[in-house]
């Protein structure tokens, strides 16, 4: 089938060999990056979803931050090298978007909506999930290759203390993101006899 969105989807893919040769003002990335969030639906309209986008100097500390907490995590001096050098990939790129969910906004709809109350922190998951996957989809149509990455709990207090990030917003993901220098790898689908139904 033909279907701009749905090429855009299939082209979009995980690219973990990145860098810095982006002709895209940091000033544009920004304001792509806060539109495709801005645009993405959450429910009940919450709008939970928050957003550090990190550039530069500032992306590579980040990854840096991660690469001094891992340390701790490596069972040989082989381990920590190939870590080491996997969040030094990820630094190579020219930005990072840290997603958060405000954990404020779930509890306010607990407790104005205590019949869904059990819902609530599962729906700010999927919002979550959703503007992460239109930033990266929008990235991509920028021409730029990104990686959706999960450091999170580990960092968590090192980058509320970093960035000065409220306490409220928690961890969710890292969607790190640069020029494509590398192909995607190659991805193989599941029949859809076993993924799908279809009634008429």
Not at 11 to 30: A, D, F, H, M, W
Not at 87 to 102: I, Y
Not at 119 to 141: G, K, R, V
Not at 147 to 163: M, R
Request: no cysteine; net charge negative; charged share 25%.
């Amino acid at each position: 089938m033909s279907n701009q969105f749905i090429d855009l989807i299939t082209q979009r893919r995980t690219i973990y060999s990145i860098g810095k040769n982006v002709e895209q003002s940091s000033e544009y990335l920004t304001d792509l990056i806060q539109n495709a969030i801005k645009q993405s639906p959450s429910s009940f309209n919450s709008q939970s979803s928050r957003a550090v986008i990190l550039l530069n100097a500032e992306s590579e500390k980040f990854w840096n931050i991660v690469k001094e907490k891992l340390k701790s995590y490596a069972k040989d001096e082989e381990s920590a090298a190939k870590t080491s050098a996997k969040m030094d990939s990820f630094a190579a790129g020219v930005g990072t978007v840290l997603f958060f969910e405000d954990l404020d906004v779930v509890k306010g709809l607990q407790e104005q909506f205590p019949s869904y109350a059990e819902n609530f922190p599962i729906w700010a998951e999927h919002s979550t999930a959703i503007a992460q996957f239109a930033t990266w989809t929008a990235l991509h149509t920028e021409g730029l290759g990104a990686s959706l990455q999960h450091y999170n709990p580990i960092v968590d207090e090192e980058v509320h203390a970093q960035w000065n990030i409220p306490m409220n917003w928690k961890l969710r993901a890292q969607l790190v993101f640069g020029s494509v220098e590398g192909e995607a790898r190659a991805k193989d689908y599941i029949n859809d006899e076993d993924r799908f139904k279809i009634f008429k």
